[in-house]
């Protein structure tokens, strides 16, 4: 097989270029220095042999016999780690030079170069719980050790995959959600190697971000902006992965179970040859690693339509496949060992993962994730009519990153880790005269209450004040008048003397109807999509003035579950995939091939 692509980088295509890193998949721990106490024991034990010049003790005999029963046990904890930092959690048990090895072998990514505006950080609810937010991006560098496994001569480098994996509060689920290489997205400003920013584009290719700058290493801070900016979530660590680390790692794990619905010949793989060529990758079930793992991930052409989707569902199966095989074979030295070597040898991250114990730290959090609750959707998309790169769906992409926020499962489950509060028991209704009753009536009365039309329009609710429970109150306030809304966290700070209802694009005539729930209430122009209600000390103290008239008219009423979005589509959860799902069922798109 060439391995050569030779595609250009219009519209998202492989561009040429990248190659393999020998030794990545060994890694020796260093004899014990001689001299020392444990040479001393060792000579007087008479086993010094090898170190002193000394003949070899005979064979046989109880001491022979204790030194056999002297081997090393390791810990066989299983664990769920589905990323490259997840098989860290071995250091643990490996020894200071291992771990300062692999602590040298990690790259960090310039902290600058993330967005100073940015949106807000997910807050620990009462028991402590938090979502992580991590952007996983498979770079086609062209550049250092990968010309071999990509090929080609073009340099720079562009983002194959990426990858959002949310991972819930509650720490036993997790979903990642890939987002199309060439779909249409707003780039904002990003840093350039120069140290000067981009002024930032409305409407560009999204892989277009990773190749800012022309930089070999990719441009991962802009993509990471494009993500926070596209999604409304802050990201909280992004971990890139060339070729010959990818290479790597799936060697140092034995090779990755995949599956095809058919043949892939060298032809596939590479477009430009003259003929179809020897079969590559087999139909059916096969173990891949090294250039044969990389063909089946980078893999398009032959098969369905020959299109980025189809390709992201193969490689949804693959992170799935790899995730089943370090779990069962949980932390074993012979493996884990060579695997971490690679799995940092490989890595770009961001400066909060800059370190082995930080990486550690990450992927003992995932430890609890159980196959079947790490699930994988694509970001709902549509093909453009104007060329072949795609759109992406609203309402319904808006939805699913409602979900996240809200840190609701895609079937709708609370993995915010914080048992929901019991309803109250019911109470007599209040007297039609009393203050309560009089606010409640004319609240129905109202027609934000009546209009139906209200249940389009996605409101974001997020806490300007430290006063307790607004944010939740806001909310009620707005699904009383028929909005979609849902609690957001945290603003960037407590101090908003008053209300703000701030509006994306398009969605001023929106906002201006939501403002009508908070009387006062300022609108502005907003740096996220959709509609964004930040509630102050106005709302606060109006409410604190009324809670005592209001208690029991509100008392009848159970409490609705906070941040609970409107159900995903089916373009969301029809093709959903489960960490232990079947390797051979979902990996295509479309007819043809």
């Known amino acids: 097989m060439s391995g050569q692509w030779g595609e250009g980088a219009a519209r998202g295509d492989d561009a040429s270029g990248a190659a393999t890193a020998d030794g990545a998949n060994s890694a020796a721990v260093p004899a014990p220095r001689p001299g020392g106490r444990a040479e001393a024991r060792r000579a ?80 620990a609810d009462s028991d402590g719980n938090k979502p992580v937010n991590v952007l996983m991006i498979g770079s086609d560098s062209r550049g250092k050790n990968n010309s071999d496994l990509g090929g080609g001569e073009e340099g720079g480098a562009r983002s194959d995959t990426t990858i959002l994996l949310h991972v819930y509060a509650d720490h036993k689920h997790a979903v990642g959600i890939s987002v199309p290489r060439n779909a249409m997205v707003a780039i904002p400003s990003c840093k350039l190697p120069s140290g000067k920013w981009t002024k930032g584009e409305n409407s560009q290719l999204f892989n277009a971000a990773f190749s800012t700058g022309g930089s070999d290493d990719g441009n991962p801070a802009c993509t990471q902006n494009t993500v926070e900016k596209l999604t409304g979530i802050r990201v909280d660590h992004t971990i890139v992965v060339d070729f010959s680390g990818f290479s790597a790692m799936t060697k140092a794990v034995d090779g990755v179970d995949v599956c095809l619905p058919q043949d892939i010949h060298e032809g596939d793989i590479n477009p430009n040859l003259p003929k179809k060529g020897n079969v590559v990758l087999k139909k059916g079930p096969q173990k891949v690693e090294g250039q044969q793992a990389l063909d089946y991930v980078r893999l398009r052409h032959g098969i369905g339509d020959g299109s980025d989707i189809g390709r992201m569902k193969r490689q949804q199966a693959f992170i799935s496949s790899l995730a089943s095989k370090i779990k ?29 114990d930080k990486l550690m730290s990450f992927g003992l959090s995932l430890r609890n994730i159980d196959l079947h609750d790490l699930k994988f959707v694509t970001l709902p998309w549509r093909y453009r009519t104007q060329d072949k790169n795609i759109d992406i769906v609203q309402p319904d992409a808006g939805r699913l990153f409602d ?26 209704p209040a007297d039609p005269g009393t203050p309560a009753a009089t606010a409640a009536v004319t609240a129905s009365a109202s027609p934000l209450a ?63 109807k939501v403002a009508a729930v908070f009387p006062g209430a300022i609108v502005e122009p907003g740096t996220s999509a959709g509609v964004t209600v930040i509630v102050g000390k106005d709302f606060a103290a109006a409410n604190g003035a009324t809670v005592a008239a209001s208690a029991a008219a509100s008392s009848s009423a159970a409490p609705s579950a906070p941040g609970t979005p409107a159900p995903l589509p089916t373009s969301v959860t029809g093709d959903a995939r489960s960490a232990d799902d079947d390797i051979c069922a979902n990996t295509t798109y479309g007819s043809g091939g």
């Not at 609701?408 to 914080?418: C, L, P, V």
């Open 403 to 428: 979900t996240l926020k809200a840190d609701r499962t895609i079937d709708g489950q609370n993995a915010t880790g914080e048992q929901p509060a019991e309803a109250a028991p019911p109470t007599a």
């Open 450 to 512: 009546t209009d139906a039309a209200n249940k389009n329009i996605r409101v974001s609710v997020l806490t300007g004040t430290t006063a307790a429970g607004m944010a939740g109150k806001a909310t009620e306030q707005l699904k009383a008048a028929k909005f979609t809304a849902t609690p957001g966290g945290r603003a960037d700070n407590t101090k908003y003397t008053t209300t703000m209802v701030q509006y994306g694009s398009g969605q001023k005539a929106n906002a201006e």
């Open 328 to 356: 069962k074979q949980g932390l074993n030295p012979t493996t884990m060992l060579p695997l971490a070597d690679a799995a940092t040898k490989s890595l770009t991250v961001d400066p909060g993962l800059d370190s082995a």
């Open 44 to 123: 007087a034990q008479g086993k010094a042999g090898a170190a002193q010049g000394a003949p070899p003790a005979a064979p046989g005999g109880r001491a022979a016999a204790r030194a056999a029963a002297r081997k090393p046990k390791w810990g066989a904890k299983k664990i769920v780690a589905w990323s490259a930092a997840g098989v860290l959690v071995l250091l643990a048990g490996t020894g200071g030079l291992i771990y300062y090895k692999l602590n040298g072998n990690i790259k960090s990514f310039d902290a600058d170069a993330i967005a100073p505006d940015r949106p807000p950080e997910a807050q």
